[in-house]
Every structure is written in structure tokens, then in C-alpha cells.
T-cell receptor, first 112, second 111 residues
Framework: DAGITQSPRHKVTETGTPVTLRCHQT?????MYWYRQDPGHGLRLIHY???????DKGEVSDGYSVSRSKTEDFLLTLESATSSQTSVYFC???????????FGSGTRLTVV | QQQVKQSPQSLIVQKGGISIINCAYE??????FPWYQQFPGKGPALLIA?????SEKKEGRFTISFNKSAKQFSLHIMDSQPGDSATYFC??????????FGKGTRLSVIA
């Protein structure tokens, strides 16, 4: 998607290992979000950021941490991956005003 | 507590028919109601959105109907086409708070 990229696109990791997912934007947008998508649950908010070094928890934040040291990058870290964190992770960005989100293409994470 | 309830979970519609997806919300402070469309392997993309000061918004074959008193809003897809087959999510937010999403509806349009 234009202006937002997620990496990696796919990852398989072992239980107990730390994992970091990256979201990079070129739109200079203030707001960035991490959601996870699971069958039957839709999109659930993990963490979000409203500026550099400004972050807050979402609905399903346990086991996850985030960092935003630059406007363009928002990192999601699974401190010690568990099988319940197997999911598709989406990053989204939003500019000021009543605009919709632009989502990245997602990262499919499998924890074995 | 689920803030936005979406139904049905799945929907099969004949080509040329009308697809209707419904959402209900609890928080009367919500002031922005978008719909997203997601194709397999892709991220959701904004389809159409409405604010509570209007009862209907139309963009091409897609229409949002909004009922503030009932705390419900719905997506209508007229003349549904196989290319409309996707998962649709409703969502809601208040001010700068993050969007809360429904659980999604998988639409299949068959010829």
C-alpha cells in the first residue's frame, strides 16, 4: 500500500523467542496503530501511537510492547512469543482530521 | 463488551442482487462510522464513511444508512458483482480515539 510498508511479510518463530515487527510510513502522519486479525475476532487494537514517544495500550496489549523513536517507524515487539500470538498483524496510519486509516499489507506470524 | 456488533458473519448473494450488512453500536459518543473492504492477502481499505449528522451516504453502488436513534448503521451494495466478494468490516470511533471494528462479514457474490 502506498506510503506504508510492513516487514517482514511472513515469519515463523519458536515459542519463547522475542519478535519485532516493523511498520514504516512515508506520509509523515501523526497516528499509527497495530491491530491483529484473527478468525471470528475481526481486527483488535494492540497499541497505538499519537506522536514520537507517545504510545498507549489497546484492547489486547498483554505480551506486546511498542516503540516509536521516529515519526516514520512504529515497532511492535512480542517479548516472549506464544502460540496464542499466531496471527496476522496489521499496521495502520492516519493523518489529522476525520480521515480513514490506511493499512499496510500485513505480517503473518506463526509461533510454533 | 463488544462495542460494535456486526451481522451476518457470512453472506451469499446472487450477482445483481443487493448485499446488506448491519452494525450496531453502544457508545453514543461515537462520531465517525467507516466501512472497510478486505480482499484475501491484503490489508483492509476504506470503502465509505459517514458521520451521525446525516442519515445516508451514497458512493456509486455503495450506500451507508445510519439510524442514530437505533444506534445502527448498515452497508448496502447494489447490483452486487463477483468482484465485490470480500470481507467487510464496520467500525466506529470518537474524536481521535482509535477505531473499534466489528468482527467482519465474508461476502460471496455468485453468478
Amino acid at each position: 500500500d502506498a506510503g506504508i510498508t510492513q516487514s517482514p511479510r511472513h515469519k515463523v518463530t519458536e515459542t519463547g523467542t522475542p519478535v519485532t515487527l516493523r511498520c514504516h510510513q512515508t506520509e509523515n502522519h501523526r497516528y499509527m496503530y497495530w491491530y491483529r486479525q484473527d478468525p471470528g475476532h475481526g481486527l483488535r487494537l494492540i497499541h497505538y501511537s499519537y506522536g514520537v514517544k507517545d504510545t498507549d495500550k489497546g484492547e489486547v496489549s498483554d505480551g506486546y510492547s511498542v516503540s516509536r523513536s521516529k515519526t516514520e517507524d512504529f515497532l511492535l515487539t512480542l517479548e516472549s512469543a506464544t502460540s496464542s500470538q499466531t496471527s496476522v498483524y496489521f499496521c495502520a496510519i492516519r493523518g489529522q482530521g476525520p480521515y480513514g486509516y490506511t493499512f499496510g499489507s500485513g505480517t503473518r506470524l506463526t509461533v510454533v | 463488551q463488544q462495542q460494535v456488533k456486526q451481522s451476518p458473519q457470512s453472506l451469499i448473494v446472487q450477482k445483481g442482487g443487493i448485499s446488506i450488512i448491519n452494525c450496531a453500536y453502544e457508545n453514543t459518543a461515537f462520531d465517525y462510522f467507516p466501512w472497510y473492504q478486505q480482499f484475501p492477502g491484503k490489508g483492509p481499505a476504506l470503502l465509505i464513511a459517514i458521520r451521525p449528522d446525516v442519515s445516508e451516504k451514497k458512493e456509486g453502488r455503495f450506500t451507508i444508512s445510519f439510524n442514530k436513534s437505533a444506534k445502527q448503521f448498515s452497508l448496502h451494495i447494489m447490483d452486487s458483482q463477483p468482484g465485490d466478494s470480500a470481507t467487510y468490516f464496520c467500525a466506529a470511533s470518537r474524536g481521535n480515539t482509535p477505531l473499534v471494528f466489528g468482527k467482519g462479514t465474508r461476502l460471496s457474490v455468485i453468478a
